[in-house]
């Protein structure tokens, strides 16, 4: 059978949206699919096919019934008013759940998943020129995915206020289980159930090895050559659990270091004017960002 997203997490990018679907589809009564992220939105190549291609794609490793709560995760949608526009056509009764995270903090650690992938060369010090640069691929990626109030409108747009819950980051690392519960309630399903939230999925770790990063990532592109081919033969939940796993190969157990004062102290004074905003426009208390003085 097929059936349409009851709740999409549409981001914030870097800020545990990962997490969170794993966490809700742990309940009975939901299903979730096991790729990191519901492409169908933004990918032109899924979207210009049927649904029921994308909903076999990413939901065929299911047992759904008529009653299953449907959720799907896509950590960039919500910087996308075309995607949003798309999602809101599928189902405008769709409940919305974005996670934000310290506009500075999110930054930083996009950054790195980038470093860490071979995408940049550079050290963090040197985001002052993505900063200066509002045209490039990495200020949309670096910077405008922090500009969390400017999104918010334009999901705001097509979806009332009552089915956008916004949570903060912090919320959701140092009350999870409360968060699903309250998620569990707004979908109406059993309240009682409590998921496994002591894993932290999709953390950001040091690669061994830039050049396996670059060369993996170039193999598991979605217009691969190689992806096309086995796309044929494997079924796509497969394939991502293969290619999670040569990634994970790669990976270290080290982080990476925080981000100079210099650097932070710049982005502070960037992104103070955008918090303020936010802080306005979905009525909460944002001093837990604010740089010290």
């Known amino acids: 059978m097929q059936k349409k997203i009851d709740l999409m997490i549409v981001g914030a990018q870097k800020a545990g949206t990962t997490s969170l679907l794993r966490y809700l589809g742990e309940h009975p009564e939901c299903a979730s699919h096991p790729q990191k992220e519901f492409a169908y939105f933004l990918n032109e190549s899924d979207y210009n096919g049927e649904y029921a291609q994308a909903f076999l794609k990413y939901f065929s490793n299911q047992n759904i019934t008529t009653k299953s709560i449907l959720i799907a995760k896509s950590a960039t949608l919500y910087s996308s008013e075309i995607g949003i526009k798309r999602l809101y056509e599928h189902n405008p009764n769709c409940q919305i ?6 506009p500075i903090d999110r930054t930083y650690s996009s950054f790195v998943m980038e470093r860490n992938a071979g995408s940049i060369h550079y050290d963090f010090g040197e985001i002052t020129k993505v900063l200066a640069n509002p045209t490039g691929w990495e200020h949309e990626l670096f910077i405008d995915n922090s500009l969390y ?35 569990f309630k707004s979908l109406h399903i059993d309240t009682e159930f ?20 670059r060369t993996v990532n170039k ?28 990634r994970e190969l790669n990976k270290t157990s080290d982080t990476y270091l925080p981000m100079d004062e210099k650097t932070k102290n710049i982005l502070c ?24 003085e």
Request: aromatic letters at 14%.
């Open 194 to 213: 409590v998921p496994e939230v002591t894993v932290r999925h999709n953390a950001t770790r040091i690669n061994r090895s830039f050049s396996y990063a």
């Open 219 to 246: 193999i598991l592109h979605n217009n691969s050559t190689f992806r096309k081919f086995v796309s044929h033969i494997i079924p796509s939940y497969k394939f991502y659990k293969f290619g999670n796993f040569i």
């Open 149 to 183: 109030s400017k999104h918010l409108r334009t999901i705001y747009k097509y979806f009332p206020e009552k089915q956008v819950t916004i949570l903060l980051f912090e919320e959701l690392k140092n009350n999870t289980r409360a968060v699903c519960r309250e998620i």
């Open 97 to 102: 759940v974005m996670i934000l995270r310290n």
């Open 269 to 292: 004074a960037f992104y103070k004017p955008h918090n303020e905003d936010l802080s306005k426009l979905i009525n909460k208390d944002l001093s837990i960002w604010d740089c010290p």
